[in-house]
Every structure is written in structure tokens, then in C-alpha cells.
């Protein structure tokens, strides 16, 4: 924020002011930088999804596995998601780019059921910006309808920030349960929608934030949370799924409340589409 730093160099004499005002070029340079390197990364393909499988705890089962992009710079190697999502949603890229990793993610999935592999359910993210663009089912429909992807195997994982609007998120909710398309709220605890509003929505599964499961179950105050979250989702005929288990203990406490799905790194970190074939799908096939 150019006039909060303007206020603080200011009070800190004529000196910094001009160090201040180098650094605010350099962020604002940088971001254009990774604007221009955005754009260029997308005409040149340079963005794979990785997917971590989420597991059934009470057969050890993959049963589906959440699709996360990573960037594959040519001279830097692979670039995580939090590098770069912030500044495509602050730009507008992340309609193309969200575009790009529904459509891939429906490709890659068919593929694998074509390959004969018993069939996963794959999740996408989708930031608030890309939910609330006029054409989001349109564009989920027609990725479905060219690879060919049953809509049953598709899930789009949102946040709870798509409630600030919450009249017009109901409305493309009830569009994306209409074509047969699963949604789930992502980092679910950690946003600010109210009781009232998840009620009215038409969501089909809760993922509770790794932030919570990571004091499992050694902090009582995270457990109570975990809980609450685990029985308020099953009386609102939702389904529900931890995020980030890292643990055996995690693993149990899971079970013992109720909670039947995991991701995290205690079962995989997210793999690249080879790895996950040949350590979870063929696997299952071969059982
Ligand atoms: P998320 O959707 O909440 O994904 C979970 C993140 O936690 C992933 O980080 C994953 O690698 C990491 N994780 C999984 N299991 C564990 C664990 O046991 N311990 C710990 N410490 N971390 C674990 P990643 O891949 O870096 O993605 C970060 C975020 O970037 C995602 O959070 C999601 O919000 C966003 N993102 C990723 N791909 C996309 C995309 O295609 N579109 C959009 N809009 N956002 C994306
Ligand atoms: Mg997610
Ligand atoms: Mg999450
Ligand atoms: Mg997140």
C-alpha cells in the first residue's frame, strides 16, 4: 500500500523515503515481471498438475486425488502454487489458468479410466475470482463434454470466501449440482462463513484445514474443533475429509470420530501424473 508506506517513510525522515520508495518499484516491477513470465509460462505449457491421492481410512483405498499445479520453469525447476496464484488471481490470469486445470484435470482423469484403472474422482481448485466469473459452468460443462469426463467424477474445491455473495454463489451451486458435478469447501474452518450460510448451500463435502489436524490430537482445543467439524458435516448430510495428516495418531483419532477420508503426507504428497499411476492406480488395479 503505496500511501501507508509513503506515511511510515515519511515519519522516518527524507533517507528512507527513498529507500521506500526503491522497494515499492521493486514489488511493483516484480509484478509485472511475473505477469509478463505468467502469460508466457501459459502460451508455452510450462504449468503440469500434480495429484495427491485421498485415501477411504477404513480400507487404505484411493478413492479420488486432488489436482495441484505446479510451475515447471525451464531455468528455475518447479514453482509451488503460493508463488504464484496470488499475483494470476491479482491479474486476471487465473481464469485461463483455472480453465487450463479443469480442463486438463477432466483429460488426465479420463485417461486413466480409459487405461482400465478402477475409477477416482479427481478435485480441482477454484479460486473465488474464477467461481464468480460469468461462465464458470459453461466452461466446467464444455471441459466435461470434449474429454469426455462423467460429470460424477469431477469435484471443485472452493472456499469459504465465496460467501460474501452469497445469493449468486447458491445460484452456481445449484447449476454445478444440476450437471452432476461434486463442490467441497477447501481449508474449511479458517474463513468466515457463517452456520447460516452453509446450510443454505448446496456443498457436498467439507475438507478441514490442515491447520487444525496439524494439533491433532495432542492439542484438546483442535480436537474439540476437529470433532465439531466431523458432526456438524454428517448432520448437514455432508461429507467430510482432513486435510494434511501427517500421522498414525492423526490417522486414529480420525476414525474414532467419525471422519472415513485423509490426504496428506502420511499416505503421499502430491506426485506427478507417472508416479501416481504406477504407485496408486496400477496397484489398485492389480488387487
Ligand atoms: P490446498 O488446496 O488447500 O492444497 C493443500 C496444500 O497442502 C497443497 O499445497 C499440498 O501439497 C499441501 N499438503 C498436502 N498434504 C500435506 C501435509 O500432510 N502436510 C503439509 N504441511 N502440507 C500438505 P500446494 O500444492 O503448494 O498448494 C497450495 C495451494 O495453492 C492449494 O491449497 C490451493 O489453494 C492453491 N492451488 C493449487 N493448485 C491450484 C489450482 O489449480 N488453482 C487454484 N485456484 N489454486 C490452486
Ligand atoms: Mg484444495
Ligand atoms: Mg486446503
Ligand atoms: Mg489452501
Known sequence: NADLAMYHAKSLGRNNFQ???????????????????LRKALDQNQFVLFYQPQVNLENN?????????????????????????PIAEETGLIIPMGEWAIRTACKENKKWQDAGYSPVMVSVNISAKQFFQSNLVEIVETALSETGLHP???????????????????????ELQRIGVKVSIDDFGTGYSSLNYLK?????????????????PNDINSNTLVRTIIIMAHLLKMKVIAEGVETEEQVSFLLEQGCK????YFFSKPLPVSELETNYLKKRLEK
Open 19 to 37: 529507500f521506500f520508495n526503491e522497494e515499492l518499484n521493486k514489488n511493483a516491477q516484480h509484478e509485472l515481471d511475473m505477469e509478463v513470465n
Open 200 to 216: 443454505r448451500l448446496p456443498i457436498d463435502k467439507l475438507k478441514i484445514d490442515q491447520s487444525f489436524i496439524r494439533e491433532c
Open 261 to 264: 477420508e485423509a490426504q496428506g
Open 61 to 85: 483405498e484411493i478413492y479420488g486425488a486432488e489436482a495441484l499445479i505446479r510451475w515447471m520453469h525451464p531455468e528455475k525447476g518447479i514453482i509451488p502454487p503460493a508463488a504464484f496464484i
Open 152 to 174: 460424477n467424477y469431477l469435484e471443485l474445491e472452493i472456499t469459504e470466501s465465496i460467501t460474501m455473495d452469497v445469493e449468486r454463489s447458491i445460484k452456481t451451486l445449484l
